[in-house]
């Protein structure tokens, strides 16, 4: 099976809110995830999300802390996907690869279609 490595950002606000974006293109198109993408060869996870961060919302991030590394098969792929705690650094979090974002507080992560690997995350900050 083919296997994907990936990060994700779980960014925060200082009202306690998490900022979740719509898929825009792809096998799963309109779902829900946090932003992130592919890792390069030879790249640290922190500076491939700081680099996805920038290329998909042209902001730039605070990375906190590691909160899990989810695995996941999907019917076409494994995937490894590392998830860390962020925060804006700077930037307007512009949508240049997603249909929609919200942010959301705790009570309201379960209100959009998160896709199955980030669905173990919510879990995970809820």
């Excluded at 950002?9 to 009202?15: F, P």
């Excluded at 590691?66 to 098969?73: G, I």
Aim: hydrophobic content about 35%.
């Amino acid at each position: 099976m083919k296997r994907i490595e990936v990060v994700a950002a779980i960014i925060h606000d200082g009202e306690g809110r998490i900022f979740a974006t719509q898929r825009g293109y792809g096998d799963y198109k309109d779902g829900w995830e946090f932003p992130g993408g592919k890792m390069e060869p030879d790249e640290s996870p922190e500076d491939a999300l700081k680099r996805e961060i920038w290329e998909e919302l042209e902001t730039r991030i605070e990375i906190e802390r590691l909160v899990q590394t989810v695995e996941w098969d999907y019917p076409k792929f494994h995937l490894t996907m590392h998830c860390f705690w962020c925060h804006v650094e700077s930037g307007g979090l512009t949508l240049k690869e997603h249909e929609a974002a919200k942010w959301l507080n705790k009570e309201h992560l379960d209100s959009v279609d998160w896709l199955p690997a980030d669905r173990i995350v919510v879990e995970t900050i809820k």
